[in-house]
């Protein structure tokens, strides 16, 4: 917490507790003012300053608890901004560093509405702790004190029991309401998880007609949440019937007592006056706490999803103790995989006990059918996913003994689908290099053959690119992808199928600029079209997470094991392509 932060909150409490005191000083200082005239009945029997005294005394305080309420929201509102922002900056914090298989449980609308239910709940959490129950339980403990002052027992019975029992109605209406709430909460998240889903795949939605199956999905959560409203609602108006019923009785009774003791002549008329104030006061007060607890029991429920997102355990390797290793890697490692076993789901192994050995400056190409753990293992390479057994060591050190960030910054990827910031261009080219000058962002761009493209626009490197970058088309992104890569200029490349949506004319420029830049790198290339990676220090042929076979292109071909396969049907498809 800054320090500035903390000076809100201790000037923010003291005006607080200011104002607690001096809503519960005004009705004692207007007894003493009419006290002070009632002492005069018979006329000239008191001096004017007599009365002006306690007079000025009750507007001083008056005035004084007016200021402080209008100097306070100030305060209150700079106090609540400020760790608004805090939160909303560890929330963020925490997800982008959440393990992928956690987060790609949830749909992105719902982490979003959580954070929104959760700030939604913690503004008023703190508006009720600040505005409300730290200032209501001040001047219900001053005007405690007052009361046992007035030596009036029976009032002070009275309005305890009045408190004890208001409160008892709310503490069990709170809990009651705390489950609607969660169930109001779960409803919504839900709701705005299936409308971002919608609103994220309009384009498929509307191609495969699947608009109304979306709309029904959406009206059915919806109802639900309608329910879930309702049954808040109705806890709600119960609890506060409840309450109302306690105060008419409570009411009646404290106005009872104090028009006996004033007969009785225990209780001067001020006393009389500052009762029968202070009768009115209490029971603003407990409505408001009443009603705060209603809130804080709403704002309870907001902020559990908040909270549970924040429990989540992010990715191992962000502390600072693993997070840099000076000068490591080298510009090139070596890349050595030993028994490496690894699955999305338990008892489905995706990649089984592999061993790799990638000699440092080389570069590999993985092929293989579809599924057969291609992209896994570059993702085990990103430390995006655990193995559940084998390591992978560069120069010879375990990629768990690095700090992620570290990790990842001495890697270049491009990832088989590229999806954009909504942000520019060179934004999305310089992405994690912000200090780029534009100079080495339009050289990548041109490496890329990106430049054309970026010339023919009106905003050239400034124009946005739209959300997930779809006003680019397929191949555009990707050779974006390949600009944001080659910019990085890291020790290690890996490219998963970079050129997967490129034409061949352009490919073969882009493989040229990437094998260029990649020069000083170790590389490890995906691809399905086998032209791409023929040329590959080694080529690893993936069969269901195995090492199928292995060998240089001649050496493959030769074996005529299914890369042999692969390589003449692929041919063929390019002679029945060429035919036609
Ligand atoms: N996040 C995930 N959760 C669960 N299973 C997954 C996940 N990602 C991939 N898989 C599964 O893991 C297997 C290997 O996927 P992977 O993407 O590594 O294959 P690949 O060889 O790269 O395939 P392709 O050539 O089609 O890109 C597939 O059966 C796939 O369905």
Request: aromatic fraction near 4%; charge should be positive; glycine fraction near 8%.
């Amino acid at each position: 917490m800054d320090k500035r932060l903390r000076l809100y909150i201790a000037a923010t409490a003291g005006l607080v507790i200011l104002g607690g005191v001096t809503a519960a000083l005004a009705p004692l200082a207007l007894k003493h003012l009419v006290d002070a005239a009632a002492g005069g009945a018979a006329v000239g029997a008191i001096s004017l300053a007599s009365v002006m005294v306690p007079g000025a005394i009750y507007v001083a305080v008056l005035c004084g608890g007016r200021l402080v309420g209008d100097v306070r929201p100030v305060l209150v509102n700079e106090v609540e901004q400020r760790l608004m922002k805090a939160l909303r900056r560890r929330f963020v914090e925490h997800v982008l560093r959440l393990p992928l298989a956690g987060l790609l449980r949830q749909r992105s609308g719902e982490l979003q509405h959580s954070l929104d239910l959760g700030i939604t709940g913690a503004q008023l959490l703190l508006t009720h702790l600040i505005s409300t129950c730290i200032p209501v339980v001040v001047e219900l403990a001053v005007m405690t004190m007052i009361l046992v002052q007035l030596g009036q027992p029976a009032l002070i019975v009275l309005f305890g029991f009045t408190a004890v029992s208001y409160l008892a109605v709310f503490a069990v209406g709170s809990r009651r309401i705390t489950r609607h709430v969660s169930a109001v909460t779960d409803a919504s998240i839900a709701v705005h998880g299936k409308l971002a889903d919608s609103l994220t795949n309009v384009e498929t939605l509307r191609c495969f007609g699947a608009e109304s199956a979306a709309e029904e999905s959406l009206a059915r959560a919806s109802s639900r949440l309608v329910g879930a409203w309702r049954g808040y609602h109705r806890v709600s108006a119960g609890t506060a019937l409840a309450a109302t019923l306690i105060f008419g009785v409570s009411l009646a009774a404290c106005i009872t007592v104090a028009a006996e003791g004033v007969v009785s002549g225990s209780l001067s008329i001020g006393g009389l006056v500052l009762s029968s104030v202070y009768l009115l006061q209490m029971m603003r007060p407990l409505e408001i706490i009443g009603s705060a607890a209603r809130d804080l029991a709403r704002a309870y429920g907001f902020v559990q999803p908040l909270l549970s997102v924040l429990r989540e355990p992010t990715e191992p390797g962000h502390n600072a103790a693993t997070t840099s290793t000076p000068g490591w890697p080298r510009s090139a490692p070596s890349i050595r995989i030993e028994g490496l076993t690894f699955g999305y789901e338990p008892g489905r192994p995706v990649i089984r006990e592999l061993d790799l050995e990638i000699p440092a400056g080389s570069t590999t190409a993985i092929v293989g059918p579809s599924g057969s753990g291609k992209s896994s293992l570059i993702r085990l390479m990103l430390r995006l996913y655990a193995p559940q057994s084998g390591r992978i060591l560069l120069d010879g050190c375990p990629i768990e003994s690095l700090g992620v960030a570290h990790l990842r910054s001495r890697i270049a990827l491009v990832p088989q689908d590229t999806t954009l910031l909504h942000a520019s261009i060179a934004t999305n080219i310089a992405l994690g290099r912000q200090d780029t000058g534009h100079a080495d962002i339009a050289r990548a761009a041109t490496d890329a053959q990106l430049d054309q493209l970026v010339e023919s626009l009106p905003s050239r490197y400034e124009t946005v690119v739209g959300e997930r970058g779809l006003k680019l088309s397929g191949g555009e992104r990707q050779r974006l992808a390949i600009a944001r890569a080659l910019l990085r200029q890291s020790a290690i490349f890996l490219l998963d199928e970079p050129t997967s949506m490129l034409d061949s004319k352009t490919e073969s420029a882009v493989l040229q600029a990437i094998r260029k830049i990649a020069a000083n790198s170790t590389t490890l290339i995906v691809a399905h079209r086998l032209s791409t990676v023929m040329d590959a220090d080694e080529i690893i042929v993936l069969d269901q997470g195995r090492i199928h076979e292995r060998g240089t292109h001649a050496d493959l071909l030769a074996t005529g094991g299914l890369y042999s396969q692969l390589w003449r049907r692929q041919a063929e498809g390019n002679e029945a392509s060429r035919d036609q």
